[in-house]
Nanobody
């Protein structure tokens, strides 16, 4: 099991942009599949975006498609979530999760990942 840490959350005005990062600790491989989830007060956790091995495969929720981008650079320890055209509906705690033995990132939206981060708060003001 890998230890994950999210960063980059904060407050932004509607229409603005924000970038989040998810990193594994101790130089560990983050996992074949990495996903971002979010949870707003009073709502269930929902999958936002997921990635397989440096973007070989990606998957997005319909609500963020075209606005969010999940990416991984050459290293194997960090995955990013780039968000633009943000709306108040995008507010919530964003969690990073990963699974080592995975070939389809879509599965993380329905199956329990191996590891979870503690989350980072994103607030979009109207």
């Amino acid at each position: 099991q890998v230890q994950l840490t999210e960063s980059g959350g904060g407050s932004v005005q509607a229409g603005g942009s924000l970038s989040l990062s998810c990193s594994s600790s101790g130089g560990a491989y983050i996992g074949n599949c990495v996903a971002w989830f979010r949870q707003a007060p009073g709502k269930e956790r929902e999958g936002v975006a997921s990635i397989y091995r440096r973007g070989a495969k990606t998957h997005y929720a319909d609500s963020v498609k075209g606005r969010f981008l999940i990416a991984q650079e050459s290293g194997e320890n960090t995955v990013f979530l780039q968000m633009k055209d943000l709306t108040p509906d995008d507010s919530g705690v964003y969690y990073c999760a990963s699974t080592t033995l995975c070939w389809d990132p879509r599965r993380l939206f329905n199956e329990a990942p191996d590891s979870w981060g503690k989350g980072t708060l994103v607030t979009v003001n109207p």
